[in-house]
């Protein structure tokens, strides 16, 4: 079964630096990844995701993540992070459909803080 | 609708009573998804139904725990006897079967916030 790991579980940045949330993940092969926000008192929010091709994804809000196969990873990126970036950051895995029914597995959330 | 509706929003109950939640997924969607979100434990999966597949109940943490989904639709998540270690906000989600199209993705509705108490 799929796994998926994210390190921090809280992070710290200003308003205007750049921002790196780590994601790992445990699977056989290419699985499906997904980067979603929560904002607080919000619900999930697809920010990205990656299924094959191009392991540079862009997605809404000016973020984007990386997929490296070799160090199992999917980290999501933003070069200058905004105050309304303050939220909680889920990655999750998915596996393809002829690899059996499994749902979609979450990690346990990285809260972003942005100070001025 | 247009997204995942789920009802009630907010639920408080008493210790030991039981209590349904109810997930309307996006209409044509065939997997749905229950999570339960409890402070700084993240997404806890806990039962996902796919088409007319058997659904995949590992997650669910104890026998009180039961769902259903009637008509490859509307879905209902059971809790029996509950108990104050249950308040949490329970997630669902929808999907198209994952693999067979690139654009897929599960949306998630706005959860119940469940207060035993």
């Known amino acids: 079964a799929q796994s998926v790991t994210q390190p921090d579980i809280h992070i710290t940045v200003s308003e205007g630096a750049s921002l790196e949330l780590r994601c790992n993940y445990s699977y056989g092969a290419t699985p499906y990844l997904f980067w979603y926000v929560q904002s607080p008192g919000q619900g999930l929010q697809l920010l990205l995701k990656?299924?094959?091709?191009?392991?540079l994804v862009q997605g809404i809000k000016g973020f984007e993540a990386e997929f490296k196969r070799s160090q199992s990873s999917f980290n999501l990126r933003k070069p200058s992070v905004h105050w309304s970036d303050a939220a909680e950051y889920f990655c999750?895995?998915?596996?393809?459909?002829?690899?059996?029914?499994?749902?979609?597995?979450f990690g346990k959330g990285t809260r972003l803080s942005v100070i001025a | 609708g247009a997204g995942v509706s789920q009802s009630p929003s907010n639920k408080v109950t008493e210790k030991g009573k039981d209590v349904e939640l109810r997930c309307d997924p996006i209409s044509g969607h065939t997997a749905l998804y229950w999570y339960r979100q409890s402070l700084g434990q993240g997404l806890e999966f806990l039962i996902y139904f796919q088409g007319n597949s058997a659904p995949d109940k590992s997650g669910l943490p104890s026998d009180r725990f039961s769902a259903e989904r009637t008509g490859g639709s509307v879905s209902t998540l059971t809790i029996q006897r509950t108990q104050q270690e249950d308040s949490a906000v329970y997630l669902c989600?929808?999907?198209?079967?994952?693999?067979?199209?690139?654009?897929?993705?599960?949306?998630f509705g706005q959860g119940t916030r469940l207060t035993v108490v």
């Open positions: 989600a929808s999907s198209l079967f994952m693999g067979q199209t690139r654009d897929t993705e599960a949306f």
């Open positions: 990656y299924f094959s091709g191009d392991t």
């Open positions: 999750a895995v998915g596996v393809p459909w002829n690899s059996g029914n499994t749902p979609l597995v």
